[in-house]
């Protein structure tokens, strides 16, 4: 696993990278901002929504918190 910065993750989607964002933060915090990623919190992904990403198991995923 590797951090990126802010700054690293929009000049790719500046460059029109294809990318596969997961919002991980609760709904309230997706719809105060979204930054183009598929809202699965934190608390779903193992219990009800995996199936969601499972397309994305052998790529890189960009995940995103409210920290």
């Known amino acids: 696993m590797e951090n990126i910065t802010c700054a690293e993750l929009k000049l790719r989607m500046d460059n029109n990278e ?3 964002l997961l919002d991980v933060r609760e709904p309230d915090e997706h719809a105060a901002f979204n930054a183009g ?3 699965v919190p934190l608390g779903q992904i ?3 929504q995996v199936d969601d990403i499972e ?3 052998d790529k890189e995923v960009i995940c995103y ?3």
Do not use: P
Request: hydrophobic share 35%; glycine share 6%.
């Open 37 to 39: 990623g598929k809202l």
């Open 65 to 67: 918190c409210r920290s």
């Open 55 to 57: 397309d994305w198991k």
């Open 46 to 48: 193992l219990a009800t």
């Open 18 to 20: 294809s990318l596969n």
